[in-house]
């Protein structure tokens, strides 16, 4: 099947900093890609779609100067997170879609971000 | 507000056995439902698929049931496996086709033991 990766896995970051987190689809063109975030025993929540060339799409109480998010190219996506703090903490993961269905949806195996 | 439910967090099954995993819905315009299992470590990977249409997609030892007047679709594993071992994510598509944004569930843990 089509393959995401998605880099760093972990990361740890003091309070302020910002960490850039990167998702690319290896072995097809994506032209959406979308970000999630989820907390411990929560569900996956939406919190921007990507299209390729354009600006993403934010969903309600994301706030988009916090979570800049990059798609330069049908392969990669970026999601910076900016002047991170404790807070931010959580488990981020994106996926990347190959044509128009759902069921081409394929996600990078996600990254732990832990602001101290 | 959560619109997709997974109320059971965790099932244990004997291997051999039937694995029925749970998903409650409360937007009535969700037309299209998905399943995925998803590793440790690794990123959920699509399972099976029902469009509102149907009541019933089966694929294999995965069957998923859809009964849109209760808006609930239940997962059915059979004969379950050890491999079957993972969380499985129900989601439900937004929008009037299986191109919208996805809205998931909590996820059920499932354990299939040998």
């Known amino acids: 099947g089509a393959v995401v990766s998605q880099h760093p896995s972990r990361v740890i970051c003091k309070s302020g900093t910002s960490v850039k987190i990167e998702c690319r689809s290896l072995?097809?063109?994506?032209?959406?890609m979308f970000w999630y975030r989820q907390f411990p025993k929560q569900s996956l929540m939406l919190m921007a779609t990507?299209?390729?060339?354009?600006?993403?799409?934010?969903e309600q109480g994301v706030e988009k100067d916090k979570f800049l998010i990059n798609h330069a190219s049908l392969t990669l996506s970026t999601l910076t997170v900016t002047s991170a703090h404790p807070e931010d903490s959580s488990f981020y993961i994106c996926?990347?879609?190959?044509?128009?269905?759902?069921?081409?949806?394929?996600f990078g195996s996600g990254t732990q971000l832990s602001v101290l | 507000d959560q619109q997709v439910k997974q109320n059971s967090p965790s099932l244990s099954v004997q291997e051999g056995r039937i694995s029925i995993l749970n998903c409650d819905y409360t937007n009535s315009m969700f037309d299209y439902f998905l399943w995925y299992k998803k590793y440790p470590a690794e990123g959920p990977t699509f399972l099976i698929s029902?469009?509102?249409?149907?009541d019933k997609n089966e694929d294999g030892r995965f069957t998923v049931f859809l009964n849109k007047s209760a808006k609930h679709l239940s997962l059915h594993i059979v004969p379950s496996q050890p491999g079957d071992s993972a969380v499985y994510f129900c989601?439900?598509?937004?929008?009037?086709?299986?191109?919208?944004?996805?809205?998931f569930g909590q996820g059920t843990t499932l354990q299939v033991k040998p």
């Open positions: 029902i469009s509102s249409i149907k």
């Open positions: 996926s990347a879609r190959e044509g128009q269905y759902n069921e081409k949806l394929f």
């Open positions: 989601a439900a598509s937004e929008g009037s086709s299986n191109t919208g944004k996805l809205i």
């Open positions: 072995d097809f063109q994506a032209t959406t």
């Open positions: 990507s299209n390729e060339g354009s600006k993403a799409t934010y």
